[in-house]
Every structure is written in structure tokens, then in C-alpha cells.
């Protein structure tokens, strides 16, 4: 229903002799560092928890535990980042 509904809305566009360009999205870079940031820390706490095991813990509490605690670090680091990064860009337009 919806591929049918927006491929007429881009026809009667065309028809009419308009642009059809105002469907696209546009690119987004910063999702690229999101997702590095979060795999690069994922395997921070893969690593993390094989020191952890090796020193005695437990080894299911030691990988879970270290890949969910880097992996919300890292992603709360990116939020950190881009909220800095959208303030200087807001303050660079004013």
C-alpha cells in the first residue's frame, strides 16, 4: 500500500511537470561514526570481559556485563559528540 501510494504521488509529480526530488532523504554521515563508535566499543568490552574472565569472573557475567557497559558508553559518547557538534554549528550560523 505504501510503495503504490508514493510511486502515484511521483507520477502525478512528473505529470505535472515538477520535481520528484522532494521524496529523497538526505545523506546522513554522522550514522557512519555512530556505528563505528559502537562496534569499536563493543569489541572494547569483548576484550574487557576475556581480562575479566582470565581473572576469575564468571564468564557469561564477564562478556555480557563489559559488551553492554562499552556498548552504551559508546553510544552515549556519540550523543555527547553530536550534541557538542550541533551546538558550535548553531553558534557558527548566529
Known sequence: MHYTSRHRERMALLESGQDAS????????ERVLKYG???F???A???S???LEEL???????????????GGAGLIS?????????????????
Open 22 to 29: 522532494i521524496f529523497q532523504k538526505p545523506s546522513r554521515p
Open 78 to 94: 556519540y550523543y555527547f559528540f553530536f550534541l557538542k557538534r550541533r551546538a558550535v554549528e548553531m553558534s557558527e550560523t548566529l
Open 45 to 47: 568490552g569483548i576484550f
Open 37 to 39: 563508535i559502537l562496534l
Open 56 to 70: 576469575g569472573m564468571n564468564d557469561e557475567a564477564a562478556y555480557f556485563s563489559m559488551i553492554f557497559l562499552c
Open 49 to 51: 570481559g576475556y581480562l
Open 41 to 43: 566499543s563493543v569489541g
